[in-house]
């Protein structure tokens, strides 16, 4: 009885991906949104004739920058669970309570755009490895097939 008890902890432990499996994904998936930012940057220069962007048109450029990686991440999020970095290391996003509806995606998303990425540092404490993020949007992320 003993041994299947500890097995079983082992395996909701395993379930919870590391903080090193984490941020593998988070620098996989702010490389393809960086990309997607340089081509959106691309777009409103060649729009404004090749020219630098004013300061008047400047707060358009950057509440579009913001709605590209809110795209990105709410889009991959809602769609299938998983960023693209995330399904290389194999991580899915579920909500705590289900369903993992868009509020909470978008909650998930601004604590950790507000906080600038600051917002991971409860992980290193927790057994769970939940960070602030995750806690205020009551959303994990559990590792595939696990």
């Not at 930012?37 to 409103?44: D, E, H, N, R, S």
């Not at 509020?103 to 409860?122: C, E, N, Q, S, Y």
Request: one cysteine or more.
């Amino acid at each position: 009885m003993k041994k299947t008890t500890k097995n079983h902890k082992s395996s909701q432990k395993n379930n919870n991906p590391g903080i090193l499996r984490r941020l593998s994904a988070m620098l996989y998936d702010w490389l393809l949104c960086l990309a997607c930012l340089f081509v959106f940057t691309g777009i409103a220069v060649t729009l404004n004739q090749g020219n630098a962007l004013s300061d008047k048109q400047q707060p358009f450029l950057n509440a579009g920058l913001i709605g590209v990686v809110l795209v990105y991440f709410i889009g991959f999020w809602r769609q299938g669970g998983q960023t693209p970095g995330m399904k290389v290391w194999k991580i899915h996003i579920m909500a705590d309570e289900p369903p993992a509806r868009v509020d909470k995606l978008i909650i998930r998303f601004f604590v950790v755009l507000l906080t600038l990425g600051l917002a991971i540092i409860p992980m290193f404490f927790r057994k769970d490895n939940k960070g602030l993020h995750d806690i205020l949007s009551k959303t994990s992320l559990k590792m595939m097939g696990g």
